[in-house]
């Protein structure tokens, strides 16, 4: 089960600051609830995607849970939305779909993850502890969609080869050996094992990369590995 108290340096930090954004009332009161027992500070629950951007904006949370199913504004809009706000939270979709439109659709909408309403307690915990770091999560089997798309976009007839990264701004040999396994999708735990290294050194490694190419999550980062052929994916 995910626990969000104390963090894996052993430092104390506030609680995550989460939103839930879902037209179900029973559904939306129970995500709520386990969120907040495992240590979560839920600020905010809505149903409708309007009024979950007027109150995001209010409350500025870190991490928005998102249903794509609204009444008054489709969660892509929400995405999009929250995504252009003057303090973006990260988006994690929590959807009935499973189709390919939809996830790739939220992807592009800014969403940070896309994880099925058949998934466990303990799975959903999980995924939004990852989000709220800075991770791209997604259901089993979903994540090799969106890397796939990307990659199919990001084809070209000359495609760029490891040496295209120069075409940008300079990494470092460890900035670049991380934004691999970032690309690979990884987590930050599983990358500081390979490489021998601490799990905040490698949130360093990730942050400077953000910084040096302007980019603002590890979504993005992934859509640059791969369009610069840094993306090892078979």
Known sequence: MAEVAG?????????????VVDDHPMWREAVARDLTEAGYDVVAATGEGRQALRVAAAVRPGVVVLDLRLPDLPGVEVARG????????????????AEEAD?????????????????????????VRRTAEGDAVFTPGLAGLVLGE???????????GPD??????????????VLRMVAKGLTYRQIAERLVLSHRTVQNHVQNTLSKLQLHNRVELVRYAIDKGLAELD
Do not use: I, N, W
């Open 150 to 160: 990307y990659r199919r976009l990001a084809h070209r007839p000359a495609g760029p």
């Open 103 to 127: 996830v790739l659709e939220a992807v592009k909408a800014g969403a940070s993850g896309y994880l099925v309403k058949s998934a466990s307690r303990e799975e959903f915990l999980d995924a």
């Open 7 to 19: 963090a894996a340096d052993g430092c104390e930090r506030p609680p995550v600051r989460v939103m």
């Open 82 to 97: 929250l995504g252009a706000s003057a303090a973006p939270p990260r988006v994690l979709v929590l959807s009935a779909s």
């Open 164 to 177: 295209a990264a120069q075409d940008g701004p300079r990494l470092t040999d460890r900035e670049t050996e």
